[in-house]
């Protein structure tokens, strides 16, 4: 569900806890949040009109993470329904920052924050270039 | 004229890079300056003189007397059309 953060475009996606993405002691590991951060920020792309996979295979070019930043501070469980909130926090010609807020939809408790840092090169070279400016306007930036 | 543009593009690359010290000729590359802070200091001297600094020239920035040179030669090229 697209909406607005701070004026810029943001993207609510849903999310049901897999029995897979948990772990020994019975909630989601630490690593499976990068994957719902990543099906957030494709989906808010989706949503403002960027076709991921288009992007790649269009344009010869790649959004890689360069950073990651997240804060843990409550658990997932399998089953949890999830809402995963997704904007741009930062977009300049050499990268794209988007945040991200997690929350468990039964009782809106806040499971993480967080933030990734996206640069965009070309493929398959991978050569650092620009983030291409329709982009940055789509989000926002 | 020509003085104060080296130093003000010095300034520039000290802000984006948060280095102290950047000589004219040392590679960005051995001061720890990376191809991602390079576009964001070309962003920089974009919005600072209005110029518009081509895709194809971001390789070319390798340090701060090529950033000069190209900066100059973007005024030259637009004071002459």
Not at chain 1, 9 to 34: K, N
Request: net charge negative; charged share 25%.
């Amino acid at each position: 569900m697209l909406g607005t953060h701070e004026g810029r475009p943001s993207y609510r996606h849903t999310i049901r806890v897999a029995y897979v993405d948990t772990d020994a002691a019975g909630v989601v590991h630490h690593s499976q949040y990068f994957r719902y951060l990543e099906q957030g920020r494709v989906e808010l792309m989706r949503a403002v009109g960027i076709d991921y996979l288009s992007f790649e295979r269009d344009r010869g070019l790649a959004l890689p993470v360069v950073e990651a930043q997240l804060k843990y501070r409550a658990p997932a469980r399998f089953d949890d329904l999830l809402q995963l909130d997704t904007w741009l926090s930062l977009g300049s010609r050499a990268k794209l920052v988007f945040a991200s807020r997690l929350v468990r939809s039964v009782d809106s408790v806040l499971l993480h924050t967080g933030t990734v840092t996206l640069a965009c090169v070309t493929m398959p070279k991978g050569a650092i270039c620009s983030v291409p400016e329709d982009l940055r306007e789509k989000l926002g930036a | 004229m020509t003085t104060e543009l080296k130093e003000n593009l010095r300034r520039i690359v000290a802000d984006v890079s948060e280095i102290d010290v950047i000589p004219d000729d040392t590679d960005f590359r051995e001061l720890g300056i990376d191809s991602m802070m390079g576009i964001e200091i070309v962003a920089e001297i974009e919005r600072t003189y209005k110029i518009s600094v081509p895709e194809s020239e971001l390789k070319n920035m390798t340090s701060l007397t090529r950033v000069y040179e190209l900066v100059q030669s973007n005024f030259a090229a637009t004071a002459a059309s």
